[in-house]
């Protein structure tokens, strides 16, 4: 074979070598936008809405859901609107011992009890919030008409709004979002406990007349994060520590980086104490700033 016969044949073949490459460069790109279209619409077919359809009862009851069988899921946006006032109980129990959701828009009475019920974004109730166990977490902006917690946590990222009054006689607020108290609010019986670096801001009149009010502690006694907490009584505001029985605001000291230190009230409005017999005090055990009235 000549010479320039074998250099022919070896630039046909390159030649047919860059065209065959040329050609599946395209059906690689149609593979990849194919990959990636399936791959958008399973996410949007995992996404729907879920609406309770039962009357007063337990979230754990699958057929109280439009969605049944299964429960509402991670992605879902959560719809309980009925005919009358029911109320909604999350306790925690099989088989729904946790929960997470997308959001929750409520009309009903919503009461958690146990386990635990985390919405990732919106959470909106214009009727009553119960917390008497377990944990609610909220980590995107809330709103609530009215607050009544007797155990148990209120958690999360998001900023939480209470419109309306807020009744606490236990449980603690953690995590580093903010507690927005609009209404005339109250901290009784045993008190209550910040954690997790949250933020209680006051922006009514909130009386405190009895159990401790402790930072860097929780509910359970156990971490709900880095940071203590901050009470924040904003300007036109009243903190009122009422009777014999608003004793103690401290920090719990577990040692090493944990020590509670950075615990803070911060008063632009008025702190006062009020309606005590002669010689009952109230002792502030953490750091104090002062722009208001005491």
Not at 42 to 63: E, F, H, K, R, Y
Not at 104 to 124: A, H, K, P, R
Not at 199 to 226: C, M, P, Y
Not at 256 to 277: C, E, Q, V, W, Y
Request: proline share 2%; charged share 10%; glycine share 14%.
């Amino acid at each position: 074979m000549s010479k320039s016969l074998k250099n022919n044949l070896s630039l046909r073949s390159l030649a047919g070598l860059g065209s065959s490459r040329r050609q599946a460069r395209p059906r690689l790109a149609r593979l990849t936008a194919c990959s990636f279209l399936l791959t958008c619409l399973a996410s949007t077919a995992l996404s729907a809405p879920v609406n309770w359809t039962g009357a007063s009862g337990n979230w754990n009851v699958a057929t109280n859901w439009s969605s049944n069988p299964s429960f509402p899921a991670a992605a879902d946006d959560v719809t309980i609107s009925v005919a009358g006032l029911q109320t909604v109980t999350f306790t925690g129990t099989a088989p729904v011992t946790s929960a997470t959701v997308n959001s929750i828009t409520s009309d009903e009475n919503l009461t958690i009890s146990g386990g635990s019920l985390t919405v990732t974004n919106g959470f909106g109730n214009t009727a009553a919030t119960t917390i008497s166990g377990g944990a609610l977490t909220l980590n995107g902006a809330s709103t609530l008409a009215s607050l009544t917690q007797s155990g148990g946590s209120l958690a999360g990222t998001g900023t939480v709004t209470v419109t309306g009054a807020s009744t606490i006689t236990f449980g603690d607020h953690r995590g580093t979002g903010t507690t927005i108290l609009q209404g005339a609010s109250t901290i009784s019986s045993s008190g209550l406990r910040l954690d997790g670096g949250r933020t209680l801001r006051n922006e009514s009149t909130l009386t405190w007349s009895g159990g401790g009010i402790l930072f860097n502690n929780t509910f359970n006694g156990v971490s709900g994060g880095a940071g203590s907490g901050t009470i924040n009584n904003i300007a036109g505001a009243t903190f009122v520590a009422s009777g014999d029985f608003a004793t103690t605001i401290n920090a719990s000291n577990f040692g090493g980086a944990d020590t509670g230190a950075d615990a803070l009230i911060t008063n632009a409005g008025t702190f006062r104490k009020s309606g005590s017999s002669a010689g009952h005090t109230t002792t502030v055990d953490v750091a104090f700033n002062n722009t208001g009235t005491v």
